[in-house]
């Protein structure tokens, strides 16, 4: 299995337009940049899509373009899903999975639009080509929110999605132990948001869940280029199925 994150940043991107803080030159003078985040999970072939940011046509033109299988949906958030409209006439639409509330809303957006509707319930695993992904409920008021457990036979990957560090326990729970954390954070430390980490919250969660490794995402340009446990658009994991 193989995980790509397709980007790493927040609702406005980096650079952000118009910026001249450090963050944005340092990216627009190095040709980086931190679309809206989002994964891609191959396996066995197929591709499974997490949230559809508004970046999406380029995010999958950078990566050589491949069918998409299957998308998860997290959260009704314009950054999280609103991309989902660019499979119109570039392939079959794809089946989405969420949450019933996630699914009423975001599907409803996009009504103008044939496409599968899967409903799944939080907590329950559920088998998707060969994956074992359970969804798990975040913190991140006032919308619903969902993140994932995603296992193979040897592994375990857990995404928060959007969240404060107050998550539930039985979420908190099935996080533990991952082989790889993928974690809000919005902002410095000397930021405190009240539905989103910032960096040193996300970091010390890592720390306590005990995970083989981490990256943080959902990164807004206040965020300098070079701390550790940074995720970049593009980077990839190779798990064993």
Not at 98 to 119: M, N
């Amino acid at each position: 299995m193989k995980l790509t994150l397709l980007g790493t940043g927040d609702a406005i991107g980096t650079p952000k337009i118009g910026c001249s803080c450090p963050q944005c030159l340092y990216a627009k003078n190095n040709g980086l940049q931190r679309t809206r985040t989002s994964l891609l999970l191959e396996i066995h072939g197929r591709h499974i899509l997490v949230d559809s940011s508004p970046d999406l046509r380029q995010q999958l033109l950078s990566i050589g373009s491949p069918h998409i299988d299957a998308v998860i949906w997290t959260h009704g958030h314009y950054d999280h899903f609103m991309g989902f409209g660019e499979f119109y006439r570039v392939q079959k639409m794809p089946a989405v999975y969420a949450a019933r509330p996630v699914l009423d809303y975001c599907g409803g957006i996009f009504k103008f639009l044939s496409f599968e509707k899967h409903t799944v319930n939080p907590f329950q695993k559920f088998d998707l080509f060969g994956l074992a992904i359970t969804l798990i409920e975040m913190n991140h008021p006032p919308v619903y929110t969902c993140g994932l457990v995603i296992e193979t036979k040897r592994r375990k990957i857990g995404y928060t999605s959007d969240s404060r560090d107050l998550i539930p326990a039985r979420s908190t729970s099935l996080l533990s132990g991952a082989d790889l954390l993928l974690v809000d954070a919005l902002v410095p430390p000397e930021f405190h948001i009240t539905k989103h980490m910032n960096y040193r919250e996300a970091t010390e969660f890592a720390e306590r869940l005990g995970v083989g490794d981490y990256r943080c995402v959902h990164l807004s340009h206040h965020v300098p280029w070079e701390w550790p446990h940074l995720g970049r658009d593009r980077e990839y994991f190779s798990f064993a199925d």
